[in-house]
């Protein structure tokens, strides 16, 4: 008889513990949607939280962000699986590839890296070494990452030995390119560089991926507008480098962002301190 009592307990806290776990609410009743369709929305499925079928599944995103920075961003927006205002929606990156000529280069050094700025018109300084310094090989250049260095106020690019040497906390190189105040640019490395960190997307714009180019400023003051605190010439030259190397290398603007746009978590990175916005505007010129 106590065999059958401590059975029947048994089976109750069983069903008890699992209708703890599966008892929950999904966040949101019109988050209850097809699995397919959630994938589709750039979501993520979690079972037992939602009645009906078994392919009706709470979906959340973990990219959630105002619908037109997503666009800036290259992503497509989907409302739906988000939390707050209407605005607020699922960016899924990778969505949007703009036809551009050139070749996505995989699995090889960027050794062309100089003949295509020089092919440009632009001045280019080759820094002894560069066609074999890197962190390996890159993967692809499927996006570019606009930086500025942080460095001196004073100088046509100062910051070259940090950007090729590295600092105690990270080896260099720290990126493939460097932009000095007159316009001049610094082909640095030809393999990867740590310049990215985590990313929104680091099969495009992490280190194995995206194209580092660091250009000499103080990076104060702070700003997202316009580009008052960057020498014209300097700034000129950065879009035509940058143009140069998104018809190389079949990268469409929508992939080329500033760090501050692509570094995870949201605010880690200030740069660079001018309106990105505008630059891409530029690019599309």
Partial sequence: MSSIRSLTIAVCLA?????ATYGADCWSKNACIDTSVCASKGGSSQRGL????????CCSCSNCMD??????????PHAGICSGAASMQCCKMGSVVEPVSGTTPTNRMLTDLADILRGAGLTVVEVDGWKTRGHGIMASA???LIHHTAGPATGDFPSLRVVRDGRTDLPGPLSQLGLGRTGTWYVIAAGRSYHAGETIDNSIYGNSNAIGIEAEATGVPSTNTGHAYW???QYQSY????????AAYAIPTSRVLGHKEAAVPAGRKPDPNFSMDEFRAALNQ
């Fill in 15 to 19: 069903f008890i513990c699992i209708k």
């Fill in 50 to 57: 939602c009645s009906g079928a078994s392919n009706i599944q």
């Fill in 67 to 76: 619908a037109t920075t997503c666009k800036t961003r290259g992503g497509v």
């Fill in 142 to 144: 499927k996006g570019i």
């Fill in 231 to 233: 020498p014209d010439v």
């Fill in 239 to 246: 879009i035509r480098g940058v143009k140069a190397l998104q």
